[in-house]
């Protein structure tokens, strides 16, 4: 009897385990919008910070990102997949709207997803780099792979990898950062389309 009570405790863990690892996988899905190409990707982030007293933060989840040239929808999930906050960006305003119907306003989104996060996350940049683009501002260390890819390159203070390309870009990107007094790592891996 007791041997039958420990099997079916341990089927019962291992089916505990196994939801909470699909959970801990969830995305959000894709964003609705207007009619109309975007440029979308879901997938998932992971962002740490190491600062120099020895603290550290992490947090992970998951995104789901539309732009259409002019409007970029970004939703941030945590890993059960409920919305943390969608940030919405037009030309010179980016809104960040929680799930409790709060707003904050800023001119751009790095702040704003800094705000929800804790520590910024280079929106304004992944317009292009999700494309596998360097993008208008000055770039150094430019890397390209034998398909010419660009597999990795600095901007803007970020250290940014590319790789695992599909037909829209790559398909996992790594941003690192040193600011005075933290170290910040961005890991975005994307969903197969």
Do not use: K
């Amino acid at each position: 009897m007791a041997a039958r009570s420990f099997s079916r405790y341990l089927s019962w863990l291992c089916a505990g385990i196994a939801c909470l690892l699909m959970a801990a996988c969830a995305t959000p899905g894709r964003i609705a919008g207007s009619e109309g190409p975007a440029f979308e990707r879901t997938g998932r982030f992971a962002l740490s910070v190491s600062y120099s007293d020895g603290r550290q933060d992490a947090v992970q989840g998951g995104f789901a990102w539309r732009d259409d040239g002019r409007a970029l929808s970004l939703d941030l999930a945590n890993p059960l997949g409920s919305t943390l906050a969608r940030v919405q960006v037009v030309p010179g305003h980016a809104t960040l709207v929680r799930p409790d119907g709060s707003r904050e306003q800023a001119e751009g989104p790095d702040a704003l997803v800094e705000l929800v996060l804790g520590s910024p996350i280079p929106v304004s940049g992944l317009r292009d780099w999700l494309r596998g683009r360097a993008g208008e501002a000055p770039a150094s260390n430019l890397a390209r792979n034998a398909a010419g890819q660009i597999t990795g390159f600095e901007q803007n203070g970020w250290r940014v990898a590319l790789s695992g390309y599909d037909a829209l870009g790559p398909r996992v990107a790594q941003m690192n950062r040193d600011d005075a007094g933290r170290r910040v790592r961005v890991r975005l891996a994307i969903d197969a389309q």
